[in-house]
């Protein structure tokens, strides 16, 4: 179980920077499923080079698939990628939107949008290695999906951590990734989920949130001031039900 969660949302480009989520989180947690990738590291020794665009190319869902599934590569700060919809449409690339692709893979950032129209993509996926990734995604509710997901497996791990192997394991509600949405003007700062704080008391598991800054969570050792603290989000064991309560009632246009 991870100590934190950190995520950060640019709200320019819908790119999410976090850490803690892993490649897996990723995937399991997407609804759009890629049918191919664009692999952005020239250098990279998996997929089929196009001579288009001088980049390796996966395709196919089965292919995907397995590339997803190769944790030798998939944990590689080499595995950056967008994903495309139409082969065809890829070979339209014109030299100058090549460029930017190759641009958008040596320097983790966008020169125009990054969604491109003859690709349709829907995410530019950069790993940047210890559970750092950054992504960009054409609809942020794919985020908001993944976040939740991971930290109801978290939850599940906590409220059965205790449990003698002979008795049944409690199962966790879902968290509704629509709750985590009320926190979007946080993540705008960047936020901690804190488990090395949670507690759970009382059938009350309860993980506090903090506003920290990307130099605020690499420290070796990173403290949380009380007035860092923006919120608490809780899990009700006995009722099976997700909360979140905000340190302030107009949170919602405290960064605005």
């Not at 179980?1 to 850490?19: E, H, Q």
């Not at 320097?107 to 290695?129: A, D, E």
């Amino acid at each position: 179980m991870p100590d934190m969660l950190f995520v950060y949302i640019d709200t320019t480009s819908n790119a999410v920077f976090s850490k803690g989520l892993s490649p897996s989180d990723f995937v399991e947690g997407i609804v759009h499923q890629p049918d191919h990738l664009l692999l952005l590291d020239p250098a990279v020794d998996v997929g089929e080079f196009d001579t288009h665009s001088g980049l390796k190319v996966i395709t196919g869902k089965q292919a995907v698939n397995h590339f997803f599934t190769n944790k030798h590569f998939t944990q590689s700060t080499a595995n950056k990628w967008i994903d495309f919809t139409n082969p065809a449409l890829l070979k339209e690339l014109t030299p100058l939107e090549i460029s930017e692709l190759l641009y958008f893979g040596h320097m983790r950032t966008h020169l125009h949008s990054p969604f491109f129209y003859k690709l349709q993509n829907n995410f530019v996926y950069f790993n940047l290695g210890s559970e750092t990734l950054r992504v960009y995604y054409r609809y942020l509710d794919e985020f908001y999906r993944i976040l939740a997901n991971k930290i109801t497996r978290i939850a599940l791990e906590k409220v059965n951590d205790k449990r003698s192997f002979f008795r049944k394991g409690a199962s966790v509600a879902h968290l509704d990734g629509e709750i985590l949405k009320d926190l979007y003007p946080i993540f705008q700062e960047g936020a901690v989920f804190c488990f090395s704080q949670a507690k759970l008391e009382n059938k009350l598991y309860r993980v506090p949130i903090y506003l920290s800054d990307e130099k605020g969570w690499r420290k070796h050792q990173p403290t949380y001031k009380q007035d860092q603290k923006m919120g608490t989000l809780t899990y009700d064991i006995g009722r099976q039900k997700w909360s979140l309560s905000l340190e302030k009632d107009d949170l919602a246009f405290a960064f605005r």
